[in-house]
């Protein structure tokens, strides 16, 4: 588990280097001088009349830690320590449970599980919150203490206590730490469609996302009717990931801008040719974890009419944050742009909104569980090309189609009703020829 997941769940477009501090310095003013003057001051007084004695990397690492929260929550400093986690996050695997945490309000909450890890399989939900460790409060504490309890040797055992809102009590539950895989794409072929679920972006995504789509249309012995892909509690990773995966599925036309500080600071990237799905029917799952890059696949398949989103709004993170090397081993993680969609839109604070929006019906607490999206994050940015939909009626009519209970989809053999939805659209979309109905079932990778 690592605690660089939950920051780095925006983009990391660039790496550059920071010049010499003179150069920044030169070009301050005489106000600016004063006010670091009074830092100092503060400094000094804290190093000598503080109660207890402090550690001066301690009070430095605190002073760039709350000035770069007071831009957004996604600019931060990267220590040794997190620096090398963001780089395994993008390039490798880690050991631990396999969770998104963050720090609210001095409690540990669950963003998602990663998928197949041991926390996932145990039924750990986003949203829940984590207050015991092998019975051990850890409220009040430190992020990277409790990311420091939760790691361990693959094999050991911990018990941890979640509090789930909706739940009358606490509940403990029981984990064995294991080798975390980062794989970003898996792939699976259920009644002739095709699914492809990505985890991340990371920077073999793209690469996985072609070669699943390559594999479908062998093992199933031809193209599909069409392709689901789950984005579902994606937190997004790399932007030129992002770019590949939307390009593997269009034939041409933007993908996605982004534009930085000053008006003219455009970058725009498009599609090449070559649709690798063949035009055939594309159904996007999204939910409220799916974010940043995720958003930007989403957003551009809809905005190109490529594809059926379906399932709930998603997280709304639209800014790029570039990694700024500053040693061989730290970085600063800045928020450099905000990126729009084709049509000129950006998700930043209300996200994706789906086509279609399917519940999670299987899900029992969908109700009970509160939706952590960049709206709710203290500082965010502000969107600042606001859409008027106020003279769009609300349709307050429950939609006979999602009627089912969890009770009843368990018992009917459904054990994801937004995915089960998804490929039975699919199929209404497509036609199943004879030689694709006599076709071998293939099993899921």
């Known amino acids: 588990m690592m605690k660089s997941l939950v920051r780095s769940a925006g983009l990391v477009g660039a790496v550059a280097l920071i010049p010499a501090m003179s150069a920044a310095f030169a070009a301050v003013d005489v106000d600016t001088y004063r006010e670091l003057d009074q830092f100092m001051s503060v400094f000094e007084r804290v190093r000598a009349e ?16 709350g000035m770069l929260a007071s831009l957004d929550p996604h600019s931060s400093y990267l220590d040794v320590r997190d620096y090398k986690n963001l780089r395994t996050q993008t390039e490798g695997s880690y050991g631990g449970l396999g969770l998104t945490v963050s720090m609210e309000d001095g409690a540990v909450k669950v963003i998602a599980p990663t998928e197949d890890s041991p926390a996932d399989r145990a039924g750990i939900k986003a949203g829940d919150y984590i207050t015991h460790l092998d019975g051990a409060l850890i409220y009040g504490g430190t992020l990277d203490e409790a990311v420091d309890k939760m790691r361990g040797a693959p094999g050991s055992k911990i018990s941890i206590t979640i509090v789930r809102p909706g739940r009358d009590k606490p509940f403990d539950v029981s984990l064995t730490r294991e ?7 898996k792939w699976e072929i259920h009644d ?13 995504t793209g690469e996985g996302v072609r070669a699943a789509l390559t ?20 937190p997004g990773g790399l932007l030129d990931q992002a770019i590949e995966v939307s390009d593997a599925f269009l034939e041409r036309g933007e993908i996605v801008s ?4 000053e008006a003219s600071d455009i970058e725009r990237y498009y599609a090449r040719p070559g649709d690798l799905a063949h035009g055939l029917p ?16 989403a957003g551009a398949l809809q905005d190109q009419r490529r594809a059926l989103v379906m399932g709930e709004t998603s997280f709304g993170k639209g800014s790029v944050q570039s990694l700024l090397q500053l040693t061989d081993d730290t970085a600063l993680r800045l928020t450099t742009a905000r990126y729009y969609l084709p049509s000129g839109r950006s998700v930043q604070e209300g996200g994706i909104k789906p086509d279609l929006p399917v519940p999670q019906l299987s899900d029992p607490d969908r109700k009970d569980r509160p939706r952590l999206r960049e709206a709710d994050l203290r500082r965010h940015l502000i969107n600042e090309v606001k859409i008027d939909d106020s003279v769009l009626e609300e349709d307050e009519k429950p939609d006979p189609r999602f009627a089912a209970t969890a009770e009843n989809l368990k018992k009917a053999g459904v054990k994801d ?23 071998a079932p293939v099993k899921p990778r």
């Open 179 to 185: 080798i975390i895989q980062l794989k970003a794409v």
């Open 50 to 65: 503080y109660v207890d004695k402090v550690d001066d990397q301690a009070l430095i690492r605190g002073a760039i830690d």
């Open 215 to 234: 594999a479908i249309d062998k093992a199933n012995g031809g193209r599909p009717l069409g392709y689901v892909v789950d984005l579902r509690s994606n």
């Open 417 to 439: 009703f937004q995915l089960d939805y998804a490929i039975k659209t699919i199929a209404r979309l497509g036609k199943v020829t004879p030689a694709l109905a006599s076709a």
């Open 282 to 297: 594309i159904v996007v799952l999204v939910d409220s974890g799916s974010a940043s890059a995720a958003e930007i696949v």
């Open 192 to 204: 002739h469609v095709g699914i492809v679920n990505i985890n991340s972006f990371s920077k073999t």
């Open 258 to 261: 982004q534009r930085g500080r």
